[in-house]
């Protein structure tokens, strides 16, 4: 069993909200389903790191939801920035299991294991957060990643890290997420919310202070989730 994982997908199949109009973005719903089937197999678990769904409301997200639920694989998911039908965890698995909904794992305050891993992260927060109630989310997103983090290291499995925003963009860091990271020894950690084009060229990639930080935006990986692990 393999894991992947991939972020930004922007379904809006129940709502007027149509990212075709954004460069390479052109039909790309079909393309990400094509890509999908031919790489991930029923056995292997995908991770979706946030922005998943335009959708406002939980209940105008079910289209989105049951594409994603017949795409091979089981799938993890966690929040993003507009993620705005995001409720609580309670409320999303009982809108689930009313729709027979049943390949997708809410990660949130929590850790899954997969194998012989454990996927840990939460949403993240910006990496120049400055006001009072940027600062305030920042820490409380800090502490579900240490909570996340300390599961899998309870559990004697190596933890594997996904955030939605990154930790560290140009010449700015989240030093609240990054020292986490670092203290806890993480080896990989995989973050969203950035696209491609010029968005991505202020990106730190590759090794930062121990950490191996990637991008895996849909648009980045041209709409196929990334393999990370065999």
């Known amino acids: 069993m393999s894991i992947y994982a991939i972020a930004d997908l922007h379904l809006s199949l129940g709502v007027q909200k149509p990212m075709d109009v954004f460069k390479g973005w052109d039909n790309y719903v079909k393309k990400l389903q094509l890509n999908w089937e031919k ?4 056995s292997d678990t ?4 946030g922005d998943i769904s335009w959708a406002l409301k939980l209940e105008e997200s079910q289209e989105d939801f049951k594409f994603i639920d017949v795409l091979p694989g089981k799938k993890i998911i966690l929040k993003g920035n507009h993620d705005y039908w995001w409720s609580s965890v309670k409320k999303i698995t009982e809108f689930f299991e009313s729709r027979g909904i049943k390949s997708i794992s809410l990660l949130h305050n929590s850790a899954i294991s997969v ?5 840990c992260g939460t949403r993240g927060w910006l990496y120049n957060s400055e ?3 940027d600062k305030k989310v920042l820490m409380r997103e800090a502490g579900r990643l240490e909570r996340s983090i300390d599961i899998a290291i309870k559990q004697g499995l190596e933890p594997i890290v996904f955030l939605h925003y990154p930790p560290i963009y140009g010449e700015r860091e989240s030093s609240e997420i990054i020292n986490i990271l670092v203290e806890r020894n993480i080896k990989k950690c995989y973050y969203g919310h950035i696209h491609g084009g010029k968005f991505s060229t202020k990106l730190k990639t590759g090794l930062y202070k121990g950490v191996s930080l990637e991008l895996i935006a849909c648009d980045y990986l041209d709409f196929c989730p990334k393999l990370i692990k065999e």
Do not use: G, L, Q
């Open 39 to 42: 790489t991930v197999k029923d």
């Open 46 to 49: 995908v991770v979706i790191a």
């Open 115 to 119: 194998e012989n891993v454990c996927i």
């Open 131 to 133: 006001t009072e109630n």
